[in-house]
């Protein structure tokens, strides 16, 4: 008996095609993060030597996790200097590309003409680009923000601080939030464009209601815009940290990592860069549990 061919539906068309083009990605996840992520795991807890044609590992436990926090005198450093980089820089992005977002949606003149320049960033922020710009080699691009060069000499926050009666390290910090200035607007090209794609999401309706119910732009704001911008907030603080954690100008644990790896120290490298990607991860984590528990909860 002669079997009857079914045919197929859209949907399952739709299934298949997209299994198709998503399995690119599934190829390069597996290639270029697991299997990286996980020699990187085995190397930490190993001795690498490296040999006439070989590579060869001996296990040697949790030795390289005591010299990294216990020996080396500069990981424990660069490691709180890295997370405070990074608690204090992620709020400012947001707050600077929600800012920035909230002018470009407005209709004026030269709208797509100012778009296009707070987004020339992410198209041009090459290494090569970056040297051209700003005259920096690899290595000053890598240990000195682009920042730096251009307002270290603007304004001395500890001046201020003085006068005020506050303490040297809030001084500090002012000077390090300043000096990367440059650095934080820089980085808010996909930012702007994820908010303000967030921003034509959110119904015009409500906005009609509130003007009929006397609300002033600031009401509308916290009870309209920023509660239905949760999401997309998420997303983009999500984006953020991990630009954040991955970057190498500014980052002396990712610049020092890179020069250690140039050196053929494997063994200690992959040590300092799990610890500090299971700290980095624990930051992630406490982040979205907050945002989802304290912010998420409340506007659904």
């Known amino acids: 008996m002669k079997k009857v061919k079914k045919n197929r539906g859209i949907e399952e068309l739709k299934s298949s095609y997209g299994r198709m083009f998503v399995l690119p990605w599934f190829i390069g996840v597996i290639l270029f993060f697991l299997v990286p992520f996980i020699e990187t795991v085995i190397f930490s807890f190993s001795s690498i030597k490296i040999n006439v044609g070989e590579i060869s590992t001996t296990f040697v436990g949790l030795e390289n996790y005591d010299y990294i926090l216990n020996q080396d005198p500069n990981y424990t450093k660069y490691l709180s200097g890295a997370m405070t980089t990074f608690l204090y820089s992620l709020p400012i992005i947001i707050f600077l590309s929600l800012f920035l977002a909230l002018l470009l949606n407005q209709k004026f003149a030269g709208r797509l003409l100012f778009r296009a320049i707070y987004f020339a960033p992410v198209i041009i922020a090459t290494g090569e680009v970056i040297k051209l710009l700003f005259g920096l080699d690899a290595s000053s691009g890598a240990t000195m923000g682009v920042s730096e060069?251009?307002?270290?000499?603007?304004?001395?926050?500890?001046?201020?601080?003085?006068?005020?009666?506050?303490?040297?390290?809030?001084?500090?910090?002012?000077?390090?939030?300043?000096?990367?200035?440059?650095?934080?607007?820089?980085?808010?090209?996909?930012q702007i464009v994820l908010f303000i794609a967030g921003l034509?999401?959110?119904?015009?309706?409500?906005?009609?209601?509130?003007?009929?119910?006397?609300?002033?732009?600031?009401?509308?704001?916290?009870?309209?815009t920023f509660p239905m911008l949760g999401r997309v907030t998420l997303l983009v603080s999500m984006f953020t940290m991990i630009e954040l954690i991955v970057a190498e100008r500014g980052n002396k644990?990712?610049?020092?990592?890179?020069?250690?790896?140039?050196?053929?120290?494997?063994?200690?490298?992959?040590?300092?860069?799990?610890?500090?990607?299971?700290?980095?991860?624990?930051?992630i984590g406490v982040f979205i549990f907050l945002y989802n528990r304290f912010l998420l909860k409340r506007w659904e």
């Not at 034509?200 to 209601?209: A, D, F, I, K």
């Not at 050196?263 to 700290?279: C, K, N, P, W």
């Open 149 to 190: 060069s251009l307002t270290s000499n603007m304004i001395d926050a500890n001046d201020i601080t003085s006068l005020l009666g506050l303490s040297g390290e809030i001084g500090e910090f002012f000077t390090r939030t300043i000096g990367r200035i440059f650095d934080l607007v820089w980085n808010c090209g996909i």
């Open 200 to 224: 034509q999401s959110v119904p015009r309706h409500l906005y009609e209601v509130s003007k009929v119910e006397g609300a002033t732009k600031w009401e509308e704001f916290w009870f309209i």
């Open 253 to 283: 644990i990712v610049s020092n990592a890179l020069t250690s790896m140039n050196s053929g120290i494997y063994d200690r490298t992959s040590a300092e860069l799990f610890f500090y990607f299971m700290v980095s991860c624990l930051f």
